[in-house]
């Protein structure tokens, strides 16, 4: 514990910042392009809801644990086992919220069986997945070596 809070101390609130703007930003983008095929439909648990509106607050939630992981993350000194880990967790996060705006959106009308609903997420969001976690975690990653500090 006493790691962790030497290594978040180490941040300083500027690049603290930049990054929970450039989480939110790809985030924001993932949502966007996976599920984007859903934006005109009605959600089931709120009517007057939009499908931007969802997908801003859904970034702004996931963007704050997504930081919160990211630095829990930053103590482990093996760069390899550091980057596995942040990339399991982003793309199994993002699935789950594109999983739940599916849901809502789409199969909650609808009489999807439980493996049609993730068959159906995957397909629509897999590429944006992969190729937007790649890049943002690499971007952090460069963002917060040790040659920035």
Known sequence: MKTFIKTYAAFSKKRIFINICIVFLFTFLQFYLSMRKLSNSISSGCLECGFFEDIFVISIFSCFFFIMLFYFFSVIKQKIMRITLQYIFLILIWFFFNYTV????????????????IYFTIRYSFISIVILSTVLILILNFINSDRQK
């Open 102 to 117: 599916f849901v809502d959106r789409e199969s909650s009308w609808s009489t999807y069986l439980f493996h049609e609903e």
